[in-house]
């Protein structure tokens, strides 16, 4: 009864989002309200468990993801993120192109959203295959493939941090492993797979459509991305003041590639410090002041607090501005992220996930290959890897303690299932196909079939990572 109760609330919630069109946070309070009726729990339970798991899961990531997010906004608004891009596309050449673009995509990736990512480097994708020949398809694959493993696995985005809080793991060491493994995932999905699309194209002769692109503008806006991104409407560039404007921020310095670095590096070098210290140093003050700065939500603070710093001399904008903004862009993905710790909440306490964990048990499937399965399932039929992971973790949770297997790669597994097989009910899906300007079928194979090579790829290594878990530091 109970598994019939968890595929009913799985096609209620499928049909809010894709047929009704609710926002995801809505459908997914509506679901869980349901689910926790329907499973007869007392109402005020019902109530208790969505209100303490949305705020559980908002207390272990808010914090983090605000600060991330104003993070990547210090290096982005500072011409950062353009120098470090533009910076690994000019050392690797035309030549190596996708190699330049699957590792500005996973650099870029980590302190900037997907969305944003593909809005910088359409442009300059588009330039580049006009010039070389590479297939759209593929640089297209290259990108999106780069910055979905980060987004997925790599903090302080949300969907691994919401992971890490369900299964209560150490931060520093669940973010070492999984940049090893999400790298992998983009070179074998980004670089490989890619450069497989790319002599196929090449080989049957595939074109592409470049007649609405002005060369010389784009150009420009590749030289000067800065004053790309704050291009003005047609109307308001005959406005002398602000075409002084834009000359004046033209003229700005933009801060160098290093340096931006350093604000990334910044908070992930504490975080590891105060992760593996408990391993190498004596208790005493002294790891005692490693751990504290070392705690996320400290080590965040002080990035963010020397991105501002650092950054200051190449903004246009004030920094309160900037945060602002931050705090505004990531007010609804942790709405979408509390209400899916809230479903998660409810599948526990109402049992359903103890019925479907013993449901895979009985089948004798690996631990790993079934976090992957249930993620996997989970994002193909709505479209959010957020969802799907959050949901998977809460799943999963009693499973994974109990298994033997090391919670950290049962998570990076997890993340792997949310990575690949995103369907036209997923937005990143259009996002893809409206900024690279290609058709369904070409964003199928460069970003559907892409991301599924990536998260296969990362399930297998991570298969492999769990034969070494005793004598690998951190993972048991």
Not at 35 to 62: E, Q, Y
Not at 131 to 139: L, Q
Not at 358 to 374: E, G, K, R
Not at 424 to 441: C, E, K, L, Q
Request: charged share 10%.
């Amino acid at each position: 009864m109970l598994m019939l109760i968890f595929l009913v609330s799985i096609a209620v919630l499928l049909f809010c989002i894709i047929k009704l069109k609710l926002n995801a946070f809505v459908a997914l309070l509506v679901t869980a309200f349901g689910t926790g009726i329907a499973c007869s729990m007392p109402l005020n339970d019902v109530a208790n468990v969505v209100t303490n798991k949305f705020g559980g899961t908002l207390g272990g990531i808010g914090i983090v993801t605000g600060l991330g997010v104003m993070l990547g906004m210090f290096m982005y608004e500072a011409g950062g993120i353009d120098n470090i891009s533009n910076g690994i596309i000019k050392k690797l050449g035309d030549a190596r192109s996708h190699y330049a673009v699957s590792l500005s995509g996973f650099i870029t990736g980590i302190p900037v959203f997907g969305d944003v990512v593909y809005i910088m480097f359409a442009p300059m994708l588009r330039v580049l295959s006009r010039k070389t020949g590479y297939s759209m398809a593929a640089y297209a694959c290259a990108i999106s493939t780069a910055t979905t493993c980060t987004f997925a696995l790599v903090l302080p985005t949300a969907p691994p941090l919401a992971v890490a809080e369900n299964l209560g793991l150490e931060v520093g060491i669940f973010f070492f492993y999984a940049l090893i493994c999400a790298f992998v995932g983009m070179f074998v999905a980004g670089i490989l797979y890619g450069g497989i699309l790319n002599r196929i194209d090449q080989k049957n002769g595939r074109t592409w459509d470049f007649s609405d692109m002005d060369r010389a503008m784009i150009m420009e806006n590749i030289e000067d991305p800065k004053l790309h991104r704050s291009a003005h409407s047609e109307s308001a560039l005959q406005s002398t003041n602000i075409q002084a404007a834009a000359k004046a921020d033209s003229d700005k310095p933009k801060m160098g590639a290093g340096l931006a670095m350093s604000i990334l590096l910044v908070p992930i070098i504490l975080i590891l410090f105060g992760s593996f210290g408990p391993m190498f140093l004596p208790e005493g003050g002294f790891l005692d002041f490693i751990k504290f700065v070392g705690s996320k939500n400290v080590a965040m603070t002080i990035g963010v607090l020397y991105g501002a710093l650092v950054a200051r001399p190449y903004l246009q904008r004030s920094i309160t501005n900037i945060m602002s903004d931050g705090a505004d862009q990531v007010g609804l993905i942790l709405l979408i992220t509390g209400a899916g710790g809230a479903y998660g909440g409810i599948l526990q306490a109402s049992g359903i996930a103890d019925t479907i964990t013993a449901m895979f048990n009985n089948l004798d499937m690996p631990i790993l290959i079934m976090c992957f399965l249930i993620a996997q399932i989970l994002r193909c039929a709505q479209g959010s890897t957020t969802v799907a992971l959050v949901t998977t973790s809460a799943i999963m949770v009693n499973a994974i303690a109990a298994s033997g297997v090391s919670p950290i790669l049962c998570a990076i597994a997890t993340c792997a299932g949310g990575i690949g097989l995103s369907l036209p009910n997923d937005s990143g899906f259009w996002a893809i196909s409206r900024f690279f300007h290609i058709s369904v079928t070409d964003t199928i194979r460069g970003w559907t079939l892409g991301g599924f090579v990536a998260g296969v790829t990362i399930l297998i290594f991570t298969i492999i990572l769990s034969m070494f878990q005793n004598a690998l530091p951190g993972l048991m």
